[in-house]
């Protein structure tokens, strides 16, 4: 059974107000979209969307149809107030990747930016395959590990992040097979770094900084062992 526990980690997140709260930041986002073919016809979803940093960037780049999804009310609320602020018309919705309420087959591109390790990935995989275009493309930067750990290392990992497991490249290539994805192609990221974008909340309290020094400790400690890829698939 997935069992998804509540994660400290995603509540820090959301009262941190981080713009880019994916590794590789808006810098990674510009440059996987670059190769992608965008107009003001398409039609974009973008799963656990944030503060909604790369949505606003979709609707005002290309002029695309966005829309954002999250389930986290701070998060929303965030991006809601950064759409109104930067007047686009990027449609925000509180609901679950696990459970999306729009229509089959309608969108040509959903991304999710480190979102699907902290959901139950089949099921948020399956309503992406749904929601999709056939023909259309799912990109997703995730958490992956580069090895498996020792097993009081892997739950020290999936404790603080509120992971249910922790996931390999070929764990990622068989969870998408499964959802009906095909040629899936997976990249790392060599060269692009975060740009800090940070919309602090105005209850931050004194447990914030331990959070905060817990993530990069487990940062530093298994740095070679826990990254990320770039994966696209197609429907
Ligand atoms: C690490 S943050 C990444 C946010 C955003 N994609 C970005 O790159 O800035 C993970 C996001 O996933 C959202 N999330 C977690 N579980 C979710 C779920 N079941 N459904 C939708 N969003 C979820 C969190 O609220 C959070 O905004």
Redesign the pocket.
């Known amino acids: 059974m997935v069992i998804i526990q509540y994660s400290k980690y995603?509540d820090f997140?959301?009262k941190l107000g981080i713009?880019?709260?994916?590794p590789g930041g808006i810098n990674l986002t510009k440059e996987i979209f670059k190769r992608e073919n965008i107009n003001k016809n398409s039609h974009i979803l973008d799963?656990?969307?944030?503060?909604g940093?790369?949505a606003a960037y979709l609707a005002y780049k290309y002029g695309a149809n966005v829309t954002g999804?999250?389930?986290?009310p701070t998060?929303v609320a965030k991006a809601k107030k950064r759409m109104q602020k930067n007047h686009l018309p990027v449609q925000i919705i509180q609901v679950?990747?696990?459970k999306i309420p729009l229509p089959d087959h309608h969108f040509d591109f959903i991304i999710s930016?480190?979102?699907l390790s902290?959901?139950n990935k089949p099921r948020a995989l399956k309503e992406v395959f749904r929601l999709l275009k056939n023909g259309g493309r799912f990109i997703a930067i995730e958490h992956t590990i580069n090895q498996r750990l020792k097993e009081k290392e892997e739950n020290e990992i999936k404790q603080f992040y509120g992971f249910d497991s922790l996931t390999m490249k070929k764990d990622w290539v068989a969870l998408m097979k499964q959802a009906g994805f095909e040629h899936i192609r997976i990249q790392k990221n060599t060269s692009i770094d975060s740009v800090p974008d940070l919309h602090y909340s105005d209850d931050l309290e004194l447990g914030f900084y331990e959070i905060m020094g817990k993530h990069f400790d487990i940062l530093s400690r298994y740095e070679g062992k826990l990254g990320y890829r770039i994966y696209s698939c197609t429907k």
């Open positions: 995603l997140l959301s713009g880019g709260a994916h799963v656990g969307c944030g503060t940093q790369t999804i999250d389930i986290n998060m679950s990747a696990e930016e480190s979102v902290f959901v």
